[in-house]
């Protein structure tokens, strides 16, 4: 007998720093739904307070955004931050799949500084190129990109998960999800995903749709709100709303100056960057911004003078959804496109 089961579907989760997201999508007719999406904001304690527990804290605010939102599905796909995760591409001659899976395991030995028992690993062929050498004929290569994850971290990940119940039916770094949402299948140049968030700017570098590379800022949008605070004697919250006040990128203020300083800050990471991935490979030709930070005024226009063309990313490209969700969702976008592209994900 068939059943429509009312828990058909999945929901993306993305458990960040300052706000956790999720979205529930449905396959129909070969199109992706989505149904309920939510997010919230999360106010963890410090690290020094003695009885914090964060897998419990966790699993309750997930709880908390499952009934507030109405999601009906419990199998998840999760994202992992990709400053936890060790990321390489790697080159290997061509060879039979049994014999790639020993000898991605033997060349991850000496690419993860951790024992090879402590990270859950995952390997996946990004092309077949032929190496041009000026000494021989062209020798074909394959290109794998290798990801490791602490198993310490994925345990902590999948306690929350069955505390609150849930099915977990995948778990992957957050820049692949973000390269699903953000990135066209058809894309062939190269792109770098900037995703500013609270406490952490990620980029990742996208050749040919492939990430091939990434690296972990500790600077995010609440960066920007700290300054504010801390030069001002204000608080966070009085802090958080003057930044966002920062209309025009031409206004003389001292949370502007603060605001302009950070962004500078992120800029001229994103630039060493951009010269790491020009020795490497062909470099980049557009740059795609997401994230709660992205939403700060005048960004693009800071980023624009490092060369390549400047868009905002859309995690709703690849969804279709009710009318009436769009004006909010079209707001909450950039905060929106790791768990989208967690649910986009095909099972
Ligand atoms: N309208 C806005 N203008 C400026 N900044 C904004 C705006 N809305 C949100 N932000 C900033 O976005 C940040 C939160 O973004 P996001 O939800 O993507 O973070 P997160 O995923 O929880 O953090 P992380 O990825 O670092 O763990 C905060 O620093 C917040 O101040
Ligand atoms: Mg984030």
Redesign the pocket.
């Known amino acids: 007998m068939f059943s429509f089961s009312k828990t058909a579907g999945v929901l993306g989760i993305?458990i960040?720093?300052?706000?956790?997201?999720a979205v529930q999508v449905r396959k129909s007719a070969g199109k992706t739904i989505l149904e309920r999406y939510g997010?919230v904001n999360?106010i963890y304690p410090t690290e020094s307070q003695a009885k914090f527990d964060a897998v419990k804290q966790t699993a309750e605010i997930l709880g908390q955004l499952y009934e507030k939102a109405g999601f009906t599905t419990k199998k998840v796909s999760l994202s992992v931050?990709s400053n936890v995760a060790f990321v390489s591409v790697l080159n290997f001659p061509p060879m039979p799949e049994k014999e790639m899976q020993k000898s991605v395991e033997y060349q991850a030995k000496k690419y993860i500084p951790l024992p090879i028992s402590e990270v859950n690993i995952g390997w996946q062929i990004l092309e077949e190129t032929l190496l041009k050498s000026p000494h021989k004929d062209a020798i074909p290569e394959i290109k794998v990109l290798l990801t490791a994850v602490p198993r310490n971290v994925i345990n902590n990940y999948l306690r929350v998960m069955e505390l609150v119940g849930f099915e977990v039916a995948a778990l992957e770094i957050?820049s692949l999800s973000l390269i699903r949402s953000l990135v066209d299948a058809e894309a062939k140049d190269g792109i770098l995903i900037i995703?500013?968030?609270?406490?952490?700017?990620?980029l990742s570098y996208v050749h040919q749709g492939h990430l091939m590379a990434t690296r972990h800022l500790t600077i995010?949008?609440?960066s920007?709100?700290s300054s504010i605070a801390n030069s001002m004697g204000i608080s966070f919250e009085r802090a958080?709303q003057m930044?966002?006040a920062v209309l025009a990128p031409n206004v003389v203020s001292p949370a502007a100056q603060i605001s302009r300083n950070v962004v500078e800050l992120i800029r001229s990471e994103v630039q060493q960057f951009m010269r790491m991935t020009e020795n490497e490979s062909n470099g980049i030709a557009r740059i795609i911004l997401t994230?709660?930070?992205s939403?700060?005024?005048g960004l693009a226009e800071k980023f624009s003078a490092l060369g390549p063309k400047v868009e905002f990313g859309n995690p709703l490209a690849k969804l279709n959804f009710p009318p009436e969700l769009e004006n909010k969702l079209v707001m909450l976008a950039?905060?929106l496109s790791?768990a989208c592209g967690l649910a986009l994900r095909q099972e």
């Open positions: 993305d960040g720093t300052a706000n956790v997201k997010l999360v931050p957050e995703d500013i968030g609270a406490k952490s700017t990620i995010g949008g609440d920007i709100t958080e930044k966002r994230g709660g930070g939403k700060m005024p950039p905060q790791v």
